[in-house]
């Protein structure tokens, strides 16, 4: 068939690779497991923000940033501390990145079509140092659309490919390991699954039919990380994050299960800081489920209380929305596997968010009518039905009432309604002078700032207790499963080494699989939008040098 490059992964990082490598006239072929129904992968589900620097929405909205800032940011969240060894290649691939989201990232988008909701979100704020974790300022662009309209014209791109004959696509075909020749990695060799009409998302059949082997002078591997197997996380779960969980929730499909991964390092590649994840601290189970133990993440403003599962207040700087995996380790330490929030009916009116595009039609949709019934009094209809039909929601008129109900909710007393009554007191005592003491409130006060913190995203400080604002409503929060921050160590053009630092001759990776770049871009953090944006930048630098290196061996 002559294909110049086998892409294993129709996620977003594989689809942009695709696109680029068929954009120079040379022929790819696209390997799936999954059925038709999951082309693009786990970006359909996501909300759509991406990591953008000193962008036209910021500088609408008075938000000065800068490259050296987000350097600076991403400096401190990423403590990279192997430097000579596994974070080498991490490191080059962030500051590419960086100069990417500061320069061409925006209009190389926005030259696809793809726009964005005129109000940036604040994403891990940080709560330490200026050169600590976090965002100095609000750098979370949604994508009209979200995930599907991020997927949209990378979609389009590749099946205007399918019809000139430059890519073909085969779902179905699982791969089991690469094909070598002469010390270079020359294809793929699997199975061809069962025909499966599952929908996006819901477990397919692994029935094999019969035995598939395609060739090729590339093999890029794009098939995402560990998030859906749950043993692989606990396996390299690092300690510094506390004991794992004994019970997560899962934010990604089962077949998020790193086998690529594993049969690439078999292949020679090198898996470089596989204890680094990324994991959500705000997760609640699906009401409606699509996959099994399907969990979706709130996206909270500032202002809820944080409670551990004893209904001990978490100290600073763990307030919803700061720093994600200082929390994961607070609630790790904690001995239990969830915590609390609790909170108004203000509160959710306002601040309350799902992550997910199928949890925000508005936005997915591209409605501006349904967008503007968010100022509504009231949660969002996807908030609401949480409310209404979600086993991790109370909803109460006083204090005893939803405190008795939590115990309930966990099958246990551990809450004591005096105790947390006494820290919701003290608590709201701060809302009778300008002055606090609580560094929460200082920042929900700080918040409110910024213009589309006030107006969209952080409900006025007010007392809790105060009958006026309720009724108060708790969520028992789960952790939820989702990224894996290291993977396959590559040089910046993509090509993945081995464990002597050398290319693996005709074998690339992108996308999660690559760490987001690298081997682990992020470091042991990341500053949020960024998940999306190195699958599209690792996805294009990938499929970029694949296409030239096809040109130079004719």
């Not at 068929?22 to 359909?44: H, M, N, T």
């Not at 909170?343 to 997910?356: H, M, N, V």
């Not at 690559?514 to 630098?541: I, K, N």
Request: net charge neutral; with cysteine.
């Amino acid at each position: 068939m002559g294909y110049d490059a086998i892409v294993v992964g129709a996620g977003l990082a594989g689809l942009t690779a695709a696109a680029e490598i068929a954009d120079a006239g040379r022929k790819v072929l696209i390997v799936d497991q999954e059925p038709e129904a999951s082309f693009g992968g786990q970006a359909w589900w996501s909300f759509g923000g991406l990591f953008l620097v000193d962008s036209p929405e910021q500088r609408r909205l008075g938000i000065r940033d800068s490259k050296e800032l987000a350097w600076q940011d991403w400096l401190g969240t990423a403590g990279f501390d192997r430097e000579e060894d596994q974070d080498y290649w991490g490191k080059k691939w962030a500051e590419a990145y960086v100069h990417f989201a500061s320069g061409e990232k925006r209009e190389w988008l926005h030259g696809m079509g793809i726009r964005f909701f005129p109000v940036v979100g604040w994403a891990e704020r940080g709560g330490y140092l200026a050169d600590g974790h976090g965002n100095s300022v609000p750098r979370f662009h949604i994508v009209w659309g979200t995930g599907p309209g991020i997927l949209e014209p990378f979609k389009r791109r590749v099946q205007e490919h399918m019809k000139r004959g430059l890519i073909d696509y085969l779902p179905r075909h699982r791969v089991n390991s690469l094909i070598h020749l002469k010390g270079r990695v020359i294809g793929v060799e699997g199975e061809v699954l069962e025909p499966s009409s599952v929908k996006r998302g819901e477990e397919s059949s692994r029935k094999a039919l019969k035995n598939f082997a395609v060739q090729a002078k590339t093999v890029l591997v794009s098939s995402g990380g560990i998030g859906g197997n749950h043993s692989l996380i606990k396996e390299h779960w690092p300690n510094r994050l506390g004991p794992p969980p004994e019970k997560m929730i899962s934010g990604v499909p089962a077949h998020v299960d790193g086998r690529m991964l594993a049969i690439a390092e078999e292949a020679g590649g090198r898996l470089v800081n596989r204890d680094r994840m990324w994991h959500y601290t705000e997760g609640i189970k699906n009401w409606a489920p699509v996959w099994n133990n399907h969990g979706i993440r709130i996206l909270p403003g500032p202002s809820s209380i944080w409670l551990d599962a004893k209904g001990k207040r978490f100290p600073s700087p763990n307030f919803p929305g700061f720093d994600t995996l200082g929390t994961l380790q607070t609630i790790a330490n904690s001995g239990f596997d969830y915590s609390w929030f609790i909170l108004t009916q203000k509160i959710i009116e306002k601040e309350f968010a799902l992550s997910g595009s199928e949890q925000n039609p508005d936005l997915t949709e591209k409605s501006i009518n349904k967008v503007l019934k968010r100022i509504l009094p009231g949660p969002t209809d996807p908030v609401q039905a949480f409310m209404d039909h979600g086993e991790d929601f109370v909803v109460e008129n006083n204090l005893e009432d939803l405190v008795r109900g939590m115990n309930k909710l966990a099958g246990s007393n551990l809450l004591n309604v005096k105790d947390i009554e006494k820290q919701l007191e003290s608590r709201d005592r701060e809302m009778d002078h300008s002055f606090t003491k609580d560094l929460q409130i200082t920042a929900i006060r700080g918040a409110r700032n910024y213009t589309g913190d006030k107006l969209i995203r952080v409900a006025p400080p007010h007392k809790i207790l105060d009958p006026e604002n309720g009724p108060l409503i708790a969520v028992r929060l789960h952790i939820v499963s989702r990224k894996t921050l290291g993977g396959l160590q590559t040089d910046l053009s993509g090509r993945v080494l081995n464990h002597t630092g050398k290319v693996v001759k005709g074998l690339y990776a992108a996308g999660e699989a690559s760490g987001f770049g690298g081997g682990g871009l992020h470091g042991y953090r990341a500053l949020e939008g960024t998940f999306l944006g190195g699958c599209l930048f690792t996805g294009r630098e990938a499929g970029r040098a694949i296409a030239r290196e096809a040109a130079e061996e004719n």
